[in-house]
């Protein structure tokens, strides 16, 4: 079946510093992934959808300058977490092929 | 835009009993898949069963089954023989076929006790 592997699991960040999240289709091509954030005790969120070769498409409300994402080949997607505050503290998932989840990321920033 | 609805924000069941969550969608769409996740605390979302909206025949995957009631907007999942592994957040998703963004429920979380 269709694996999805999300890398780092967990980062502590400083405030004002950038983070890149890994999200890669082991097994398939994923001409179109997609990127949720999750607050604890709550639901899944999509930020945004991540399209191999061309712009990201944005759910409203996120901020695309903070929320850079690329989707440079068919196996990997990354979003960027730019000048991260205490606020971007979050689980962040990526997933493609409609239901295969990464493992998620925990990111904290301090 | 579609919407997922899960009315219970917790349950609780026995072990060895049954217990049924509950999750009620909106969607115009004709083509469309269902799904109930578990969350356990490490996060991973885990794949418990789907449903393709085109079959009439309710899924099941072992001790998991759902009811689909298409006209009603319904999908419920039941866990039969409930074991304390069961014990975790669920959530109903609405996957649009032809966008293959997936709408979350609120999610639900399973108390198993002993």
């Known amino acids: 079946g269709a694996v999805v592997s999300q890398h780092p699991s967990w980062v502590i960040c400083k405030s004002g510093t950038s983070v890149k999240i890994e999200c890669r289709s082991l097994d398939f091509q994923a001409t179109t992934m997609f990127w949720y954030r999750q607050f604890p005790k709550q639901s899944l969120m999509l930020m945004a959808t991540?399209?191999?070769?061309?712009?990201?498409?944005?759910e409203q409300g996120v901020e695309k300058d903070k929320f850079l994402i690329n989707h440079a080949s068919l196996t990997l997607s990354t979003l960027t977490v730019t000048s991260a505050h205490p606020e971007d503290s979050s689980f962040y998932i990526c997933s493609a092929a409609g239901y295969t989840f990464g493992s998620g990321t925990r990111l904290t920033v301090v | 835009a579609q919407t997922v609805t899960q009315s219970q924000p917790e349950m609780s069941v026995q072990e060895a009993e049954t217990v049924t969550l509950s999750c009620t969608y909106d969607?115009?769409?004709?083509?469309?898949?269902l799904f109930w996740y578990k969350q356990p605390p490490s996060r991973q979302m885990i794949l418990v069963i789907r449903?393709?909206?085109?079959?009439?025949q309710n899924a099941t995957e072992n001790r998991f089954s759902v009811n689909f009631q298409k006209a009603a907007k319904s999908f419920s999942l039941k866990i039969s023989d409930s074991q304390l592994g069961d014990a975790a957040m669920y959530f109903c998703?609405?996957?649009?076929?032809?966008?293959?963004?997936?709408?979350f429920g609120d999610g639900t979380t399973l108390t198993v006790k002993p």
């Open positions: 969607t115009s769409e004709s083509d469309y898949y």
């Open positions: 998703a609405y996957l649009n076929t032809n966008a293959g963004k997936s709408t």
């Open positions: 991540s399209n191999e070769g061309s712009k990201a498409t944005y």
């Open positions: 449903q393709e909206a085109y079959k009439q």
